[in-house]
């Protein structure tokens, strides 16, 4: 059973910084790309950003395109989100999602999810 499980989070002020991470653990099957989506009150679970295992392709939001930055440790199978310069809109409780092969930026192709964690970014 493929389980992920997320750190980080929390509340910050407009214009600063967090770091997310998700550490995933248990058999996948071959090489395996992480999403991060968000869920913000009221709205549907959007895509925020991207990696494959080997760390040569990503994908980002428009809206957090140059802001965020995915990353990942292959050696401690944990995959990173690094969030600059949050915004109020960026508030919502994000999740990281596993699949096999290449990412999507679809939720629904995404079979294993970690449990969530709230984001608050005050203005």
């Known amino acids: 059973q493929v389980q992920l499980v997320q750190s980080g989070g929390g509340l910050v002020q407009a214009g600063g910084s967090l770091r997310l991470s998700c550490a995933v653990s248990g058999r996948i099957f071959g090489s395996y790309a992480t999403g991060w989506f968000r869920q913000a009150p009221g709205k549907g679970r959007e895509f925020v950003a991207a990696i494959n295992w080997s760390g040569s392709s990503t994908a980002y939001a428009d809206s957090v395109k140059g802001r965020f930055t995915i990353s990942r440790d292959t050696a401690k199978n944990t995959v990173y989100l690094q969030m600059n310069t949050l915004k109020p809109e960026d508030t919502g409780i994000y999740y990281c999602?596993?699949?096999?092969?290449?990412?999507?930026?679809?939720?629904?192709?995404?079979?294993?999810w970690g449990q969530g964690t709230q984001v608050t970014v005050s203005s």
């Open positions: 999602a596993a699949r096999a092969l290449s990412f999507s930026r679809a939720w629904s192709e995404y079979p294993y």
